[in-house]
């Protein structure tokens, strides 16, 4: 048999041997990737309560912030611009309607949704 025939639905010898192959590879280089390049490194977040800064560079006030209202904040905030403008930083921040419970003087009356 010269010819390479497909079984009953199967997969050809040969495709069977480029597969392997193909995966012996990867895994033979899988070692030399940096992979804790792309994984955040635990040790170094550290929690910590920060403001809540608003777009026009003022921090977020129970007292001045108007009820039924939002805003777009960036949390959390780096000194880098570019990481800054990433969708998963970018949070909405509101302050609940009257009814919702946001004229209580505290911070039950804020909520922040990721977008």
Do not use: C
């Amino acid at each position: 048999m010269s010819e390479q025939e497909k079984g009953s639905g199967g997969m050809s010898r040969r495709d069977f041997l480029k597969l392997m192959g193909a995966a012996g590879t990867s895994v033979a280089f899988a070692p030399f990737v940096p992979w804790g390049k792309f994984m955040p490194n635990p040790s170094s977040s550290v929690l910590a309560r920060v403001p809540v800064i608003l777009p026009d560079g003022t921090q977020a006030n129970l007292n001045t912030f108007p009820v039924n209202h939002a805003e777009v904040i960036t949390y959390p905030e780096t000194v880098d611009e570019v990481l800054n403008e990433e969708a998963f930083r970018k949070w909405q921040f509101i302050r609940l309607p009257e009814k919702f419970g946001g004229g209580r003087k505290d911070v039950s009356s804020f909520r922040a949704y990721s977008m």
